[in-house]
């Protein structure tokens, strides 16, 4: 099973990828919304998992792209979120995602939603 | 557990890097660019410090991040005005994050109320209550409570639910409740990639659940939207300890996106719930997300002028795999990752952004390159004419080889370089520090921090540049009284500035202070004996003296520069590494001190000569011009000493042979002055008995089996595999006399 | 001589028992053989010459490039206080490992691996000052004395000038 993870923070990202090593997944990373397109370029996921607040491009301008290629309709993505407002989370759903993680996460939380989202 | 550790010290090298981001975008802001690029920047990056910080449990830097966040988030969202009293209290902030994040770094202990004041502030500006708790650090996966407001037709979150929390939370009695779930989705849940059968998988593994699907209205086959509705969903969930909260959980990401009811059922009571499964509807239900799959293909193939196939024989097909479906989840399948990867998948390799590299690995590749240039350029300088007119593939060959290696050293090089912004993004605090310590109103301008430098030099760049910051705002800059009596705006400026000159690299500070007061300098120097009592200095000499050790110039010893500690480190830090300290100064209007540096510490470009039998290299970087002896112009000083007058200037002579105890037969007139320019332009002469030529070399240690030797700066590999010795020509210039004069 | 007997017969039992025996390499200078311990030896390499360095005692006769790194060279003839030696290609270089220090010996030949016993090493007479000063012990081998070199002693010899 293939993550893209895409986070400005190296801190979250590395975490994310040693949780999911462990969890047996194989984590591809990627910095920015952008870099997170990029690296979907004739790559297949099964999953998503993105940030909301983020240089270059956001998590929610990210999924938007996303689900604008049609290939990638059925993709599972999980918003990562400190934010406790709900109108952020509702900005990801809007565009797109399909659940979210919130931060601090717990690894074994972080596996079980995956597992909510992802065949 | 080390693995935590690890993200640990990813975290804190992080947070330097935000805390410098901050730094500079505050920099910015308060030179008055409010632009929403730069408010966005700062919002995330705090942001970016307390996720993490929130990740490890560091409450305190938690807390204040939280709430310097909300009170950017707030000022980005235009809520509360960017003031120079907020902009003056998030700079105070960050240098408060900083030490948040130090404390929690060392594992030491903040006084309860630090940075309580700002904590306040922050709160009030953001009309935040005092009280809110931090919830989203304190819980995760908060289930939303099912309200499907926006839907019309209205289903029922659970009965129970307004009936209060007792009966939420209490599990359902053995044998005697169960749960019934009505589940229809929204076209919007497809469009967010949720898929009805994960939802499934995840409620039977609460308990054991029976799943029956009703297919709502099929339509017209013509008004069939491959992305429709039509099909939905009752669950029948039996177990123990069930709560309606869990099972919120599961459709917490579909709220809203469909419709759900949640029905507790006594068992008991009314046994006409218990649903019959109806095999011609499972049968004709169809997994509307296949049939979506399909009929997607189907369309492009509308597209491209192809026939469409009957969708309603896929349906019939699916109908089947929709009773797999049910069949599958009665046992609930243990929700385990999938290990298993094909080979082909693991040879797609995938793009990873960054890689952290130890800079061991680095400095061996460096060293390795460092040794290919020097043999390349072995092999070029043996490339005469007539092997030129012979082997011309072979010459065109070793030419390739020399770009390709020349562009490999280049790219090494470039892994190891970094903008010198990391050092000078440490210097506004330490400005403001400074200011608010002697009172006085200083303002740090900083050019070119994007200039980029090896990141060896980098490190050793740290300590000098704080000296000689501390030395501007303490003996430069003048306390705001005296600068208005001068005539200048009470606000000093102090300037730090980077650029690439050539091979080096400057870096200049400057302040427009009261300059270097050299009437007390000389006073002071002769008073300890630093300058003899008849000796006569230029005004250059005399400014150079600040650096000399034990010197300070204060007529108080300060808290901030100390007793001349500091200066003297500048010049033996940036020796160090192969660079010069100038110093120059204007009585009443301000000192510049520049620092010269190498762009790189692993190669060096040398003149190779010979004394005696011993091979030496002197760096280009020093050298002026070279004469031969029987042109150049000696004499003698009043001392003694032999000095060459060249171009009006009396330069002080070294005769290496002599200096290094080296036997030569050379007649003198045949050998070689080669003239050098040390730190502060003073000139000095060597006379050498050959000079062979230039060519790059690799630094080496004389330290690491033997010692150090005076006037040898370390030794290096020839092509021929000898050593050569590497002339310290500074070092040379400062050992006393009489071993050059003998 | 009175202290060989004394640390024969207190010793020798100890020492048996312990098993200890070390193995040599044995260098000749002059007439005259030295050894040291096998496991310090890095390199041995014919001498080719290294580049003088200005302003060091006489014995230091310079640097040599062992791949890479740059090893001071001790002419251990010199260093015993017998004068330089006058090198030929047949002269001979033993690279050794002196704590963290790679240094390198001139001498004439290197003669042979000995296997000795510890037990075999006798104290250095008093009063020849550099023998005891630059030797841990001497060891009788086939009629022949051996020195064995202090290495410590010979990389300390080598102070920064005043």
Known sequence: MRVLTVDDSPTILSMLNHVLKEAGFEVVQAEDGQKGLDAMKGEEFDVVITDINMPVMDGIEFIKNVRASGAKKNLPILILTTESSPEKRNLGREAGGTGWIVKPFDPEKLISVIHRVVH | ?742 | MESFENRESGDIEHDIASGNSMQLIAFMIGEQIYGVEITTVREIRAWDGATPLPNTQEFVRGVINLRGTIVPIFDLRARFGDGITNTTKNHVVVVMSVGEKWVGVLVDAVSDILTISKKDIHKVPEGDNMDSELLNGIITHDSKMVGLIDLDAIVAGVKEES
């Open chain 2, 1 to 742: 557990m080390s693995d935590l550790d690890e993200f640990k010290a990813t975290y804190f090298e992080e947070c330097s890097e935000l805390l410098l981001e901050l730094e500079e975008q505050f920099t910015a802001i308060e030179e008055g660019d409010h632009s929403a690029d730069r408010q966005n920047a700062v919002f995330r990056a705090i942001h970016s410090v307390k996720g993490g910080a929130g990740a490890f449990g560091f409450e305190k830097l938690v807390e204040f991040a939280h709430s310097f966040e909300t009170l950017l988030d707030f000022v980005r969202n235009g809520q509360v005005e960017l003031t120079s009293e907020v902009i003056t209290l998030c700079i105070r902030s960050i240098d408060l994050v900083a030490d948040f994040v130090g404390a929690a770094r060392d594992g030491e202990e903040l006084a309860d109320d630090f940075g309580a004041e700002e904590l306040a502030r922050f709160k009030i500006l953001s009309g935040e209550d005092e009280e809110e708790p931090m919830e989203e650090f304190d819980i995760e996966f908060v289930p939303v409570m099912v309200s499907v407001g926006d839907d019309d037709e209205g289903v029922t979150v659970s009965a129970d639910s307004d009936e209060g929390d007792s009966f939420d939370q209490a599990p359902l009695e053995d044998g005697l409740r169960y749960w019934k779930v009505d589940f229809t989705p929204h076209y919007e849940l497809y469009e967010r990639a949720n898929d009805p059968l994960l939802l499934f998988r995840e409620l039977s593994s609460l308990g054991e659940a029976k799943i029956t699907a009703k297919l709502l209205k099929m339509p017209e086959l013509a008004d069939f939207d491959p992305f429709g509705v039509y099909c939905s969903w009752e669950a029948e969930l039996h177990g123990d300890g069930i709560t309606e909260e869990a099972i919120l959980e599961v459709f917490e990401f579909v709220e809203g996106d469909c419709d759900l009811n949640i029905i507790s059922v006594m068992a008991n009571a009314d046994d006409d719930l218990m649903p019959q499964v109806d095999e011609d509807l499972i049968a004709a239900a169809a997994s509307v997300e296949e049939v979506a799959a399909s009929t997607h293909i189907n369309a492009l193939e509308q597209e491209s002028g192809e026939e469409p196939q009957e969708p309603d024989e896929n349906s019939a097909d699916k109908g089947l795999s929709l009773a797999d479906m049910a069949a599958e989840i009665e046992p609930p399948p243990p929700p385990k990752p999938e290990v298993k990867k094909s080979t082909k998948q693991a040879a797609k390799t995938p793009t990873v952004q960054s890689i952290r590299v130890d800079l061991e690995k680095v400095d061996r590749v460096v060293n390795m390159v460092g040794e290919l240039v020097i043999t390349q350029s072995m092999l070029t300088q043996q490339m005469d004419d007539q092997l030129r007119a012979r082997y011309q593939e072979m010459v065109r060959g070793v030419e390739v080889l020399a770009q390709t290696t020349r562009g490999l050293q280049d790219a090494v090089m470039a892994i190891r370089a970094q903008p010198v912004k990391s050092v000078f993004s440490r210097m506004p605090r330490l400005v403001r520090e400074l200011a608010s310590k002697t009172g006085k109103n200083i303002r740090l301008e900083m050019v070119g921090e994007h200039t980029e430098i090896d990141k060896a030099i980098i490190e050793q760049l740290s300590d000098p540049l704080t000296h000689m910051i501390r030395n501007s705002a303490d003996h430069g800059v003048e306390i705001p009284e005296k600068r208005k009596a001068a005539g200048k705006p009470e606000q000093g400026i102090i300037r730090i500035s980077a650029e690439q000159a050539g091979g080096n690299i400057i870096i200049s500070v400057e302040d427009d202070g009261a300059g270097i007061n050299r009437v007390k300098v000389l006073e002071l120097a002769r008073e300890r004996g630093v300058v003899g009592p008849d000796q006569q200095l230029s005004d250059e000499q005399i400014d150079e003296l600040v650096f000399a050790p034990g010197f300070s110039t204060a007529d108080a010893v300060s808290d901030i520069s100390g007793r001349g500690v500091g200066m003297d480190v500048v010049i033996s830090n940036i020796k160090k590494i192969g660079g010069s300290v100038h110093v120059r100064s204007s009585p009443g209007q301000g000192t510049k001190m520049l620092l010269r540096l190498p762009l790189t510490l692993a190669v060096l470009d040398v003149m190779l000569v010979e004394v005696g039998t011993g091979p030496y290299v002197i760096p280009l970087s020093s050298i002026v011009e070279t004469v031969l002896c029987e042109r150049a112009d000696f004499g003698y000083a009043p001392s003694g000493r032999r000095v060459l007058q060249i171009r009006g200037e009396y330069v002080q002579v070294i005769d290496l042979a002599v200096r290094f105890e080296m036997e030569t037969n050379l007649k003198e007139h045949k050998r070689f002055v080669v003239l050098c320019e040390g730190e502060g332009n003073s000139k000095i002469a060597l006379i050498v008995d050959r000079i062979i030529g230039q060519q790059q070399v690799v630094i080496k240690s004389l330290e690491e089996n033997f010692r150090r030797i005076d006037g040898v700066a370390g030794g290096t590999i020839l092509g021929d595999g000898n050593v050569a010795l590497i002339v310290d020509v500074q070092g040379l210039k400062n050992t006393p006399e009489q071993k050059s004069a003998a």
